[in-house]
């Protein structure tokens, strides 16, 4: 019943939406009949949960195309690790959501198929790259989702939306089967409309994998543990480079707002600086565009995906696939991280950005050597326009400041509803130590 509830749901806020590519509702019916003949136990709690997953996760007999006319054809026949997980829990995976195309972007606007609309104000964008994740949860499609999140993609649409969402520390989460963009920086997670639900899903999804070279063989606790409401002697930091220029004066107010709250609930907040935080945004266009252009070599129209039909040798096959199958903004990435990674020009960008990662990220070492979490925006500005930022590349990412570093360092973060600017919803983000998510959840729910 909560699957065809689902659907009909899906049906009817689709149409101020667009949130979903795919709608798999055959599959998702048997899968609900076949979890209502086993019956729900303890060990199955969250069965039968509908749950939507970004179009960039792989899905065994389910279109996956990573919002591209490249992939637009592609049904892989194996599943992501955490699709395993989702089955595993006896979720119910609805569909698959819309996004920029290979999660480049920060509107949802680069897709090949369709724009997302914010949940609050359709003419605004959802954010990006995992759109249709952010706006399918709040506007209650669905009460959970997964999407992606390279430099600030969980949280940023999380934030425009007025929802949970959480960026795992690096390791946490498998990346097997999650279409590369940056491998250095991708991580999967959750979006739900509580804290709550979230900690639960990222239980639900965490967990070494020996299918992924970088997964970490670290224990995952129990995320919902320590939701006790008690943040008192909790030590807060307050960038003061988060809290700068170029912040909106409503997305600043509503911090300042929020930062008394953690105070009379007990936690101290005191100001500290990020001096190389301001360099992520250059860091972060080199290193993820590089580790693009390399990771993107693999749609050649050979092996599977989209192939042009206007070739007459093997080198029309790859040059006029990739012309007609990649988008503008896919191809301005490329060209960048080729050009960083060719010789001549690699210790200038891509070493030197390297380098600098390093210091953007003993920032946050001296940081966490004294405080338990960071705080402050998610984005300088609140939902913007559809159409207003599109071709404007710059502007677009510099959406991505206060949530980029958070990636370069791999430490997790998270964006929980602050109260609202010009109507539309502000995120405040809470940054954690390496694995230490729970410290996060503990003072996102004493928030809440
Ligand atoms: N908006 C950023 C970009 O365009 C981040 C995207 C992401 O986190 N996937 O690269």
Redesign the pocket.
Known sequence: DLTNETYARIKETEKDIDAFITLNEEKAMDLAKAIDAKGITEENAMAGIPIGIKDNIVTKGILTTAASKILSNFEPIYDATVMEKVYGADLIPVGKLN??EF????SSETSYFKKTKNAWDQTKVPG???GGSAAAVAAGEIPVSLG???????R?PAAFNGIVGLKPTYGRVSRFGLIA??SS??QIGPFTRTVKDNALALNAISGYDPKDGTSAGVSVPDFAAGLTGDIKGMKIALPKEYMAEGIEPGVKAAIVKAVETFKALGATVEEVSLPYSKYGVEV??II?SSEASSNLQRFDGIRYGYRSEDVQNLEDVYVNTRTEGFGD?VKR?IMLGTFSLSAGYYDAYFKKAGQVRTLIKRDFDKIFAEYDLIIGPTAPTVAFGIGENINDPIT??L??IL??PV?LAGLPGMSIPAGFSEGLPVGLQIIGKHFDESTMYKAAYAFE
């Open positions: 996004m920029d999660a480049m972007g920060g990006g790259s995992s992606s999140d390279t430099g600030g993609s969980i940023q963009f940056a920086l991708d972060y266009y993820a903004e990435r677009m990412y959406n991505d949530t980029i990636n």
